[in-house]
């Protein structure tokens, strides 16, 4: 499996992962470095691999299915706080 870390701008804190030329996710730094040297590009094995999708998962940049929904619950929870205004006259 070839594994390639890159950074998409020089300053930034997190990292892109791309494995078998396909983007699998983005890790912060300090959790790349106990594993890899920034930046990386080789060969490693398929428990390495497994590992760093799992980290991936455990991500919550990288769950964008469970992001949406709250997002969606936080509106509609604002929109019925609200109170009515009638700006009508009567």
Do not use: C, V, W
Request: aromatic fraction near 8%; charge should be negative; hydrophobic fraction near 40%.
């Amino acid at each position: 499996m070839f594994l390639k870390i890159t950074k998409k701008a020089e300053h930034d804190k997190n990292s892109l992962i791309i494995m078998d030329n396909e983007i699998r996710g983005i890790l912060p730094d300090r959790i790349l470095l106990t594993y890899f040297p920034l930046p990386f590009a080789g060969e490693i094995d398929g428990e390495q691999g497994k590992e760093l999708l799992s980290l991936i998962e455990k991500m919550p940049d990288n769950s964008y299915g469970n992001m949406y929904p709250l997002k969606n619950i936080a509106l509609f929870s604002a929109d019925n706080s609200l109170p009515e205004r009638n700006i009508l006259p009567n």
